[in-house]
């Protein structure tokens, strides 16, 4: 690799601007951290800061947030040391690691709406990092018209809000639902919630700026994990009493957030590239995540956001790890004796419903408590049913004995699973609790899936419905999202492009 020997000396420069962001994160989360110990000492009450109010929810968050912008700057030290602009990606790193946590931490609505704000300019400022390109350009494009977009109707619903019961603190918006509910003002604001909830989440019809993000560096995606695209439970909670006073506000964030879930989650198989499948399939748990505050769990969809925050910015900073992985199954298969997919099938629903039912009946469940509890049960059943067909599909010992195995490793992760979800729905209470009542029945949801299911057997006896949908859902998959590889590309094997296809299957 040929060195610019100007941009060599650029990088001390470029190593102390990534020091300093790393500095900058650690001392606003520290001073956010501490507001946050005092609240959980209160084990009932927030704790207001000035114009912020730090309870559960916002500690949870901001220690979060701050625990991982402090290993994406990190890992950014490295992968932008010879950058010469990296010491505008770390001054944006900052800026939306201290938005996301004034965001998660504000008391009023004006403050909410400020932080939310600046957040978005932040995270349009990082995508842009590399706009010199074709593909940085497009990115910063679609972010900017899909946040703008949000950021607008946050704007207009939360002017009404104001104009109708003035500046109110996020703790006593319920006292504020109650002057609209039943009105066109109250149906009005909470749509235009909704709206802003589904651009930040990138759901439907405002998806494909997640994927076009991919322009930007590696870190830029790990960091949008931090509660930034995962801001919309936080808004649901925050303002849930708005929302749930609008029943047309309810219904799209259910059908949207439903639709998004099934064509992401599809769309996620059909990419050939690493970081784009991670994209798609960010959306696809965001969409999961809001139907669970849809239907009255609010604390399993705050550890959601806490599990996939994680799980997802360690993905992407990995993506070069798993590339090498990928190649190395490639071309050194593991030869295994498998069974027809038919027995693959029957066996991996035997697993999951004895999973399932064994794992609530050890812990008891408190989350079953909630009318939408049973969602959060699908999602550990949906999860574990592909964890079991993968491990089925081939496993490193006999198939005798990798199904008691599979049985006794998913009953022992569901009952993890449940206890954990019960466990922060109890601890996280005394913030979300107004955020249970009035949500969607969860026979809205059931209708949905049932007409989804029934869409997938008709596709599975009808080619051309199956090919039509398979080219829709290959359409909106692939954004455009990295400018063509270089020539020398293709004569440098050492060059690792996380674009380098993995095996997978559309269905």
């Not at 009493?241 to 059909?270: D, E, F, N, Q, R």
């Not at 070069?320 to 693959?344: E, N």
């Not at 249970?436 to 419905?465: H, Q």
């Given at each position: 690799?040929?060195?610019?020997?100007?941009?060599?000396?650029?990088?001390?420069?470029?190593?102390?601007?990534?020091?300093?962001?790393?500095?900058?994160?650690?001392?606003?989360?520290?001073?956010?951290?501490?507001?946050?110990?005092?609240?959980?000492?209160?084990?009932?009450?927030?704790?207001?800061?000035?114009?912020?109010?730090?309870?559960?929810?916002?500690?949870?968050?901001?220690?979060?947030?701050?625990?991982?912008?402090?290993?994406?700057?990190?890992?950014?030290?490295?992968?932008?040391?010879?950058?010469?602009?990296?010491?505008?990606?770390?001054?944006?790193?900052?800026?939306?690691?201290?938005?996301?946590?004034?965001?998660?931490?504000?008391?009023?609505?004006?403050?909410?709406?400020?932080?939310?704000?600046?957040?978005?300019?932040?995270?349009?400022?990082?995508?842009?990092?590399?706009?010199?390109?074709?593909?940085?350009?497009?990115?910063?494009?679609?972010?900017?018209?899909?946040?703008?977009?949000?950021?607008?109707?946050?704007?207009?619903?939360?002017?009404?809000?104001?104009?109708?019961?003035?500046?109110?603190?996020?703790?006593?918006?319920?006292?504020?639902?109650?002057?609209?509910?039943?009105?066109?003002?109250?149906?009005?604001?909470?749509?235009?919630l909704v709206v802003a909830v589904l651009?930040?989440?990138?759901?439907?019809?405002?998806?494909?700026?997640?994927?076009?993000?991919?322009?930007?560096?590696?870190?830029?995606?790990?960091?949008?994990?931090?509660?930034?695209?995962?801001?919309?439970?936080?808004?649901?909670?925050?303002?849930?009493?708005?929302?749930?006073?609008?029943?047309?506000?309810?219904?799209?964030?259910?059908?949207?957030?439903?639709?998004?879930?099934?064509?992401?989650?599809?769309?996620?198989?059909?990419?050939?590239?690493?970081?784009?499948?991670?994209?798609?399939?960010?959306?696809?748990?965001?969409?999961?995540?809001?139907?669970?505050?849809?239907?009255?769990?609010?604390?399993?969809?705050?550890?959601?956001?806490?599990?996939?925050?994680?799980?997802?910015?360690?993905?992407?900073?990995?993506?070069?790890?798993?590339?090498?992985?990928?190649?190395?199954?490639?071309?050194?298969?593991?030869?295994?004796?498998?069974?027809?997919?038919?027995?693959?099938?029957?066996?991996?629903?035997?697993?999951?419903?004895?999973?399932?039912?064994?794992?609530?009946?050890?812990?008891?469940?408190a989350v079953l408590d909630h009318p939408?509890?049973?969602?959060?049960?699908?999602?550990?059943?949906?999860?574990?049913?592909?964890?079991?067909?993968?491990?089925?599909?081939?496993?490193?010992?006999?198939?005798?004995?990798?199904?008691?195995?599979?049985?006794?490793?998913?009953?022992?992760?569901?009952?993890?699973?449940?206890?954990?979800?019960?466990?922060?729905?109890?601890?996280?209470?005394?913030?979300?609790?107004?955020?249970?009542?009035?949500?969607?029945?969860?026979?809205?949801?059931?209708?949905?899936?049932?007409?989804?299911?029934?869409?997938?057997?008709?596709?599975?006896?009808?080619?051309?419905?199956?090919?039509?949908?398979y080219s829709v859902v290959f359409q909106?998959?692939?954004?455009?999202?990295?400018?063509?590889?270089?020539?020398?590309?293709?004569?440098?094997?050492?060059?690792?492009?996380?674009?380098?296809?993995?095996?997978?299957?559309?269905?």
């Open positions: 690799m040929i060195i610019d020997p100007h941009e060599e000396r650029r990088s001390p420069t470029s190593s102390a601007a990534a020091a300093a962001g790393v500095l900058a994160t650690l001392f606003a989360f520290a001073i956010f951290s501490a507001g946050a110990v005092l609240s959980w000492r209160a084990l009932d009450r927030a704790t207001e800061i000035g114009p912020f109010l730090v309870d559960r929810l916002a500690g949870v968050l901001i220690v979060l947030t701050g625990f991982i912008a402090t290993v994406v700057n990190g890992f950014a030290v490295r992968n932008l040391e010879d950058d010469p602009r990296a010491r505008r990606f770390f001054a944006a790193t900052t800026l939306v690691a201290m938005g996301t946590a004034a965001t998660a931490a504000a008391g009023t609505v004006s403050a909410f709406v400020v932080a939310w704000i600046v957040t978005s300019a932040a995270v349009v400022l990082l995508i842009a990092h590399r706009d010199d390109t074709a593909a940085g350009r497009d990115a910063r494009r679609r972010t900017l018209l899909a946040l703008g977009a949000g950021d607008t109707a946050l704007v207009v619903a939360a002017a009404a809000l104001v104009a109708t019961a003035g500046d109110v603190r996020l703790d006593a918006v319920a006292d504020a639902a109650a002057t609209v509910a039943g009105t066109s003002t109250g149906w009005v604001i909470g749509l235009l651009a930040r989440c990138a759901q439907l019809p405002m998806p494909r700026w997640l994927p076009s993000t991919l322009a930007a560096p590696t870190p830029a995606s790990a960091l949008l994990h931090a509660g930034v695209v995962n801001a919309g439970a936080l808004l649901l909670v925050r303002f849930a009493p708005m929302v749930t006073a609008s029943t047309i506000a309810v219904v799209v964030l259910v059908a949207a957030a439903g639709a998004t879930a099934v064509v992401a989650y599809v769309a996620s198989s059909v990419r050939s590239d690493v970081k784009g499948s991670l994209a798609q399939s960010t959306s696809a748990q965001m969409g999961f995540m809001l139907l669970q505050c849809a239907v009255g769990v609010p604390g399993a969809a705050l550890l959601h956001v806490v599990g996939h925050a994680m799980y997802k910015a360690a993905a992407f900073l990995g993506t070069g790890d798993a590339v090498r992985r990928s190649m190395a199954a490639i071309h050194q298969p593991r030869p295994t004796a498998v069974p027809r997919p038919a027995v693959r099938a029957v066996a991996t629903a035997a697993v999951t419903v004895s999973a399932l039912a064994g794992s609530v009946a050890l812990t008891r469940p939408g509890g049973w969602l959060v049960v699908g999602f550990a059943g949906f999860t574990l049913a592909n964890a079991v067909w993968a491990w089925l599909s081939k496993p490193p010992v006999s198939f005798g004995v990798a199904m008691p195995a599979a049985g006794a490793a998913a009953t022992a992760l569901a009952a993890a699973y449940l206890a954990a979800a019960s466990a922060f729905d109890s601890f996280m209470w005394p913030a979300v609790s107004p955020a249970t009542a009035g949500w969607a029945d969860p026979s809205i949801v059931a209708s949905g899936a049932v007409v989804v299911a029934g869409f997938v057997l008709a596709a599975r006896r009808s080619p051309a419905l199956r090919a039509r949908a909106y998959a692939h954004v455009s999202t990295a400018a063509p590889a270089p020539a020398r590309a293709a004569t440098a094997p050492h060059i690792v492009d996380v674009r380098t296809p993995v095996l997978r299957s559309a269905w």
